[in-house]
Nanobody, 124 residues
């Protein structure tokens, strides 16, 4: 089970931190990703972190977003700074037992098996 939290409304230039708590998943090899979907658009990869700590960021968020994990709490965080109106979307976290070593395309939504319900981020 994946449960996201931390969404909300913020002004342009503001910051938010999203969190994703994972339960019931015990694989030592995994990748956890953040994805977003704006109205009328497809789901796109934002950031991902693998079990070895390797991170990936979409070009559109590099320099503004940071992904991190707290393995002790099975939680992944997405720190979002310098938010823009185009960051407005429903944000989802997802996980898979694959990593890039095993062919995972880390920012491709169809590569992930388990999804949370999403948390809304609105930037105005």
């Amino acid at each position: 089970q994946l449960v996201e939290s931390g969404g909300g409304s913020v002004q342009t230039g503001g910051s938010l931190t999203l969190s994703c708590a994972l339960s019931g998943y015990t694989s030592k090899t995994y990748c956890m990703g953040w994805f977003r979907q704006a109205p009328g658009r497809g789901r796109e990869g934002v950031a991902a972190i693998e079990s070895d700590g390797t991170t990936s960021l979409a070009d559109s968020v590099k320099g503004r977003f940071t992904i991190s994990q707290d393995k002790a709490k099975n939680t992944v965080h997405l720190q979002m700074n310098s938010l823009k109106p185009e960051d407005t979307a429903m944000y989802y976290c997802a996980t898979t037992g694959k990593t890039r070593q095993y062919g995972l395309v880390v920012l491709a939504p169809d590569q992930y098996n388990y999804w949370g319900q999403g948390t809304q981020v609105t930037v105005s």
